[in-house]
């Protein structure tokens, strides 16, 4: 079956523009989670859905981070007036159940010029 | 508290070797050890994952070992092969609920042939 889909692949964008990043978790996963992984290190956690709502947001840096998941399944994350410090890989990840295991898709290359 | 440190940073093995990547961690509190393996332009996969309960977990050529009192555990490949060559990246969580995963800054493994 298809596993995590993220789109787009790769996001050029200049600093201060908005920029949104779609995952398309695996079907029948409720819990959803967003990563960022910097160049050579590991993914850091953002934020982590169980259904629609966040239910741990803590890893979001600031108030430019936000993330949607509106009907339980898709997960948008949305980043405000970007600066160069986002730049990175953002990677989602669903598990079936909450505690299970995290398959994580390909990851979206933010780069912000 | 949150930390988990990995070395070494990067790794070379010959064909048919050992490949051993370390671990530590600070919280007493987690009790979900996995590890996944990463290839360029991909998201990490699960490889492997121990509970502190166990000493050592084997899958086929992938060994945890795990010291509770020393706060670390190790993956060992053995018969290292090209196809093992990838980044490693060991993790924590605390359990009962979802993994928020906390990740090493990862390893990068070259198996020479």
């Known amino acids: 079956g298809a596993g995590v889909s993220q789109t787009p692949s790769n996001k050029v964008t200049e600093k201060g523009k908005y920029v949104e990043l779609r995952c398309d978790p695996i079907?029948?996963?409720?819990?959803l989670y967003w990563y960022r992984q910097s160049l050579g290190q590991g993914p850091e956690f953002l934020i982590y859905?169980?259904?629609?709502?966040?239910?741990?947001d803590s890893g979001l840096p600031n108030d430019r981070f936000f993330a949607v998941r509106p009907e339980g399944s898709v997960s948008t994350l949305k980043i405000q007036r970007t600066e160069r410090g986002d730049s990175a890989v953002y990677l989602c990840a669903s598990s079936l159940s909450p505690g299970t295991e995290q398959y994580f898709g390909p990851g979206t290359r933010l780069t912000v010029t | 508290q949150q930390q988990v440190k990995q070395s070494p940073q990067s790794l070379i093995v010959q064909k048919g070797g050992i490949s051993i990547i370390n671990c530590a961690y600070e919280?007493?509190?987690?009790?979900?050890f996995p590890w996944y393996q990463q290839f360029p332009g991909k998201g990490p996969a699960l490889l492997i994952a121990i509970r502190p309960d166990v000493s050592e977990k084997k899958e086929g050529r992938f060994t945890i070992s795990f010291n509770k009192s020393a706060k670390q555990f190790s993956l060992h490949i053995m018969d290292s092969q090209p196809g093992d060559s990838a980044t490693y990246f060991c993790?924590?969580?605390?359990?009962?609920?979802?993994?928020?995963?906390?990740f090493g800054a990862g390893t990068r493994l070259a198996v020479h042939p």
């Open positions: 859905f169980q259904g629609t709502g966040a239910a741990d």
């Open positions: 079907s029948g996963h409720t819990a």
């Open positions: 993790a924590a969580s605390l359990s009962g609920g979802y993994n928020k995963l906390i």
């Open positions: 919280n007493t509190a987690f009790d979900y």
